[in-house]
């Protein structure tokens, strides 16, 4: 089995174990016999359990970005960063019991520090995939108040049993303070331009 099978195996197994038992149960022995290799194996596939978060959040940011690619493109700046969390929780559709596990298992002030430090990265994915600036102070507070959002957002999407996620697009619509007008100062993609051909 190459590196890449191995990482994947290994990641699957860890949110099929968050999928049945909380967060905070599952230890990374569990995850090595679940996936079927030594914990030496797992070691040198993953060099902590932050590691193999990190992971899945590159998983679901990759996930995410395919399906904006294929949405239409908005005028609108707000649109377009709602349209990304909205593909983002429909990548998640089918971890919902794992994620549910996630959010509900960062008791201690540790683990909740490294989701927050990891959200916020996922979130400037959420400003890439929308055509705005991640860079600098003023795009890492609007990453993290997209971050804000999506997490305020998640409660009503871990009960939206709607496809097309009325509920969640309405808590989204409520928790992202930022409004068109602000964030058209980000804005910096025109997605109809081509690149220099020979590019």
């Known amino acids: ?19 049945d038992r909380p967060f905070d149960r599952v230890s990374m022995r569990m995850v090595a016999e679940a996936a079927g290799i030594s914990l030496a194996q797992l070691r040198a596939t993953f060099a902590s359990e932050e590691a193999l978060l990190e992971s899945f959040a590159a998983r679901v940011d990759g996930a995410m970005l395919d399906r904006v690619d294929a949405h239409p493109w908005a005028d609108d700046p707000r649109a377009r960063i709602v349209t990304a969390m909205l593909a983002r ?48 102070p003023r795009a890492r507070n609007l990453a993290e108040a997209v971050s804000l959002a999506f997490v305020t957002a998640a409660a009503a999407w871990l009960d939206d ?15 992202f303070a930022y409004d068109s007008a602000a964030l058209a100062t980000f804005d910096t993609f025109d997605r109809t331009e081509s690149l220099p051909s020979g590019r």
């Not at 089995?1 to 999928?19: H, K, S």
């Not at 994620?99 to 959200?119: N, Q």
């Not at 049993?161 to 928790?175: G, K, M, P, S």
């Open 89 to 136: 929780f429909e990548v998640l559709a089918p971890l919902k019991p794992a994620i549910r596990s996630l959010l509900t298992g960062a008791a201690d002030p540790a683990t909740a520090l490294f989701f927050g430090r990891v959200s916020v990265e996922e979130h400037r994915w959420t400003l890439i995939a929308a055509g705005l600036n991640h860079r600098g």
């Open 1 to 19: 089995m190459n590196e890449d099978a191995t990482a994947d195996r290994v990641l699957d197994a860890y949110l099929a174990l968050m999928a």
């Open 161 to 175: 049993v709607d496809v097309a996620l009325h509920r969640t697009r309405t808590a989204i619509e409520q928790a």
